[in-house]
């Protein structure tokens, strides 16, 4: 019997019972990848993160990212929460300030910033991959259907359109909260009509008006593809979606030509999130993105692996 340790966190909250829940694995034991899908599926967490050694030994670890259906090549939450297990047990020291790391995961070197102040971690911010922009998708009544909303409920400023930082979503931009609260996803028409194409299973649905006054949006979102009925804070599609609200010209930039924006997501769970983009854009172009938010710890668990 091998003995797997873990620790138990909530991403993208200051509080317990908030945020997006992870199970960190940090023993750094080889596994095999199908061990690895087994413990996701077990666990049944929107996502489940195995710390490795890294490839290269500049960067500080490797992550293998796992949903209970799928592995991912990014995620947003699996690396905060990685990054916050490992610097509050000290697995890798930090300094009051700012601590620059890299995470390899399967997109690439991903940089991260832990922030600690008075011997505890205040935020962790990750620099995710320059975003890209699919098509415009042409059929919002489909898009309306699936929702269980009208079209006259999309905000008919923006388009319906996919963009990936390394995971596609198709961002489904609403007019009212009151809309985003009476969405019923239906399965049946994403299984017949978004399942097959990767710029359409991961659906992404925001609006305006927000909970909390310091919102810049309220979002929900729903990824069958990956085991996840609905998501309660999704990293891998905030910064694109900061990017798409930036290159649609709906979100004004600070004083200092950085765009801020802060996402509300999972109060239809219960499980209040809140993620911080930071969108830089120079010379028309947007040249970076990062995500960040704060982690409380939950507990620890040790998962007994057959042998």
């Known amino acids: 019997m091998?003995?797997?340790?873990?620790?138990?966190?909530?991403v993208f909250t200051s509080?317990?019972?908030?945020?997006?829940?992870l199970a960190v694995f940090h023993d750094e034991r080889p596994l095999p990848s199908e061990t690895m899908q087994k413990i996701a599926r077990e666990l049944n967490l929107s996502e489940t993160v195995f710390i490795q050694p890294p490839a290269d030994s500049n960067n500080q670890k490797s992550l293998r990212i796992f949903t209970p259906k799928v592995e991912l090549p990014m995620a947003g939450h699996p690396t905060i929460g990685a990054a916050y297990v490992l610097a509050a047990a000290k697995k890798i020291p930090v300094t009051a300030g700012k601590n620059d790391w890299v995470f390899e995961e399967h997109v690439g070197e991903i940089p991260i910033s832990v922030y600690e102040k008075d011997g505890q971690i205040e935020k962790v911010e990750m620099t995710q991959p320059l975003p890209a922009f699919g098509s415009v998708y042409s059929k919002p009544g489909l898009v309306a259907d699936?929702?269980?909303l009208s079209v006259k409920d999309f905000d008919q400023r923006l388009p319906l359109q996919s963009v990936s930082s390394g995971v596609p979503f198709l961002y489904v931009p609403v007019?009212?909260?009151?809309?985003m609260k009476k969405i019923k996803f239906r399965s049946d028409i994403w299984e017949k009509h978004f399942s097959t194409n990767p710029h359409t299973q991961h659906i992404f649905v925001f609006t305006f008006e927000t909970v909390q006054k310091s919102s810049t949006v309220h979002s929900r979102m729903f990824a069958p593809a990956m085991g996840i009925p609905e998501d309660p804070a999704t990293g891998a599609a905030s910064g694109p979606l900061g990017a798409y609200l930036v290159e649609n010209g709906v979100i004004a930039p600070s004083k200092n030509q950085f765009y801020y924006i802060r996402s509300e997501q999972g109060f239809e769970m219960e499980r209040p999130s809140f993620i911080d983009i930071i969108v830089d854009k120079s010379k028309g172009a947007i040249s970076s993105i990062k995500i960040s938010g704060n982690v409380a710890n939950v507990g620890t668990g040790q998962l007994q692996l057959p042998t």
């Open 146 to 148: 699936l929702l269980s």
């Open 15 to 21: 509080t317990a019972f908030g945020g997006n829940q």
């Open 175 to 179: 007019r009212t909260l009151a809309a």
């Open 2 to 10: 091998t003995n797997l340790n873990y620790s138990l966190v909530d």
